[in-house]
């Protein structure tokens, strides 16, 4: 069954929450994405979950109707553990502190995914700083969250989430009455790549670095203590470490280059427009060029997101123009050329390297390999790489 005219989805899951009949369940597609299944032996044909899609209509407001600071957490500690100004995990201690709930990402390792979790506690919030680039899966945090804001009626939330995500939750929760009683939290947004690439990456992980997914304790997608404008992938496991830039990451190589991220995310309808109170993303551009501690975009987009933001305890903020947020961001971009063969290939079980061999001639990885030791900070390369 086709949920939207487009026949388009990005697996936010909104559909899945709202199904009166619980027959539409979330699972990885054919490509590696999230998408909704439906038990169509069950289905009252209600039409909600075309009423709900983000692809029939959503209530996105553009992004420069909002206000832009940059931004960043007064705790150095928590600066330094975050992707960029460690902003998220101020706003999770703020909400924890004033007795909300707080919905976001965290690592799940038996799933060897991200997964979206409810937390009520700083410790338990604690795992959800990083960034994970990859598609989390949110359906039943999402719904862990609506059964207890229903259960009680005086009970808030902060949730963070991709912008299709919150645009998804954004409708549901306004669906079921209970929008008011939650602050929606997005980032800017280049995309999220196939869990086949992340599949076919762990068992290169394993083959070339001895560490099998099984025994895999932590998984930074960017760990900032090297450097926060190169991303350095880490993951650690049975006494093991793998701590390597993108130009050394086949992973990253492959996400940052756009080769197999999800069709949605090559035009995506969010990028300049959210349905969100805050949108939160990395502070690139000529402004903070030089340093290496990170800074976050604090886009707030609405009434309520200010409120939330003006009683922010323990972050560093200036208000900048709006328009400082263009010309930082990532734009659409075209569909790549190899995509049907990379998924194919990656199916098939080819490793992410040979992807990169379609794009980019040995000669040139080669040169970029080399290159990339001569920007390396030595000293914290090698102070981190052997450190969880
Ligand atoms: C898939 C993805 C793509 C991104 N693309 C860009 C971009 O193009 N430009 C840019 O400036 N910023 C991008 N970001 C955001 C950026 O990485 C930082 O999250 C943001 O700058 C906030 O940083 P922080 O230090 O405040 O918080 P962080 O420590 O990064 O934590 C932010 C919050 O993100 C949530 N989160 C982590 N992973 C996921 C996930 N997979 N799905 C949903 N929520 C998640 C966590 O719950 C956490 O609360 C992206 C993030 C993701 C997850
Ligand atoms: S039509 Fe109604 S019952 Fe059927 S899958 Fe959609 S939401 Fe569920
Ligand atoms: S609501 Fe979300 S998951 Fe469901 S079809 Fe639409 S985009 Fe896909
Ligand atoms: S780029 Fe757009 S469609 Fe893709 S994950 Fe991000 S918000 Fe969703």
């Known amino acids: 069954m086709q949920i939207n005219d487009e026949n388009r989805c990005s697996g936010c899951s909104a559909c899945a929450l709202a199904c009166p009949a619980g027959c539409i369940e979330m699972k990885l597609s054919e490509e590696g994405f999230l998408r909704p299944c439906i038990d169509a032996s069950k289905c009252l044909n209600c039409g909600l979950c075309r009423r709900i899609c983000i692809y029939g209509g959503n209530r996105a ?6 206000t ?36 976001g990402a965290v690592y799940d390792l038996a799933g060897q995914c991200p997964r979206h979790t409810v937390c009520s506690s700083l410790q338990q919030a604690e795992a959800l700083q990083g960034s994970k680039y990859l598609q989390s899966r949110c359906r ?16 808030e939330a902060v949730v963070f989430a991709t912008p299709c995500q919150v645009a998804g939750l954004d409708a549901v929760l306004t669906q079921f009455g209970l929008r008011q009683r939650v ?25 070339n670095r001895h560490i099998p997914a099984e025994s895999i304790e932590k998984v930074t997608f960017r760990d900032k203590r090297i450097s926060w404008h190169r991303y350095y992938m880490h993951i650690s496991g049975g006494g093991r470490n793998y701590c390597e830039p993108t130009a050394r990451d086949s992973f990253l190589s492959v996400f940052t280059g756009y ?34 501690k ?9 009434e309520a997101g200010k409120k939330f933001c003006d009683r922010l305890d323990g972050i560093e903020r200036m208000e900048v123009p709006v328009e400082e947020r263009k010309g930082q961001q990532h734009e659409d971009y075209p569909f790549p050329r190899f995509y ?27 040169q970029k390999r080399l290159r990339s030791w001569f920007s390396t900070d030595l000293l914290k390369y090698l102070k981190y790489r052997n450190k969880q």
């Not at 407001?61 to 909002?66: A, F, H, Q």
């Not at 957490?73 to 707080?102: H, Y």
């Not at 039943?140 to 009970?155: C, T």
Request: proline share 3%; aromatic share 10%; net charge positive.
């Open 61 to 66: 407001k553009p992004l420069d109707s909002g």
């Open 68 to 103: 832009l600071y940059s931004a960043y957490a007064a705790d150095s500690g928590l600066r330094g553990s975050s992707s960029s100004g460690g902003v998220a995990a101020v706003m999770a201690r703020q909400a924890i502190g004033e007795g909300s709930f707080v919905c």
């Open 140 to 155: 039943e945090g999402f719904a862990e969250l609506i059964a207890k804001l229903r259960q009680n009626s005086a009970a």
């Open 183 to 207: 602050i929606l939290i997005d980032n800017f947004c280049h995309g999220v790549p196939t869990y086949l690439l992340w599949q076919r990456y762990l068992e290169e992980l394993e083959r």
């Open 259 to 292: 080769m197999v991220n999800q069709r949605e995310c090559l035009d995506c309808r969010f990028r300049n427009a959210s349905a969100a109170d805050v949108r939160l993303g990395d502070f690139w551009g000529r402004r903070y060029r030089g340093t290496e």
């Open 294 to 302: 990170g800074y976050s975009m604090m886009l707030v987009l609405t």
């Open 340 to 366: 049907d063969r990379t998924i194919a290939m990656l199916k098939a079980g080819e490793m992410p390297e040979r992807i990169l061999e379609l794009y980019v001639p040995e000669r040139r990885r080669k």
